[in-house]
């Protein structure tokens, strides 16, 4: 089983920053991919960011140039750096590990204000 524990979370002014973390713990054999998704209320769930085992990433276009995803892979931990933030970038932030199978942190809210 594994588990993934997120961090970073909170509220913020338009314009500013927030970095989430998410670390990853348990059995697993090793990891392909590291993530994130956001859900936000009536909206569809949107792919934000993705990095592989070999360092390439992919961004939502929504986010690209103010969002940057990185890993540390001796800790099993992902990050999101999220700069310029709006308020259409509110939602819940969920992280998932793709190893043998796919697995999901419980999620972290952001919040930004106008």
């Known amino acids: 089983q594994v588990q993934l524990v997120e961090s970073g979370g909170g509220f913020v002014q338009a314009g500013g920053s927030l970095r989430l973390s998410c670390a990853a713990s348990g059995s697993m054999f090793s990891i392909n991919e590291m993530g994130w998704y956001r859900q936000a209320p009536e909206k569809q769930r949107e792919l934000v960011a993705s990095?592989?085992?070999?360092?390439?990433?992919n961004y939502a276009d929504s986010v690209k140039g103010r969002f940057t995803i990185s890993r540390d892979t001796g800790k099993n931990t992902v990050y999101l750096q999220m700069n310029s933030l709006k308020p259409e970038d509110t939602a819940v932030y969920c992280c998932?590990?793709?190893?043998?199978?796919?697995?999901w942190g419980q999620g972290t809210q952001v919040t930004v204000s106008s």
């Open positions: 990095i592989t085992v070999r360092g390439t990433s």
């Open positions: 998932y590990v793709k190893t043998i199978g796919s697995f």
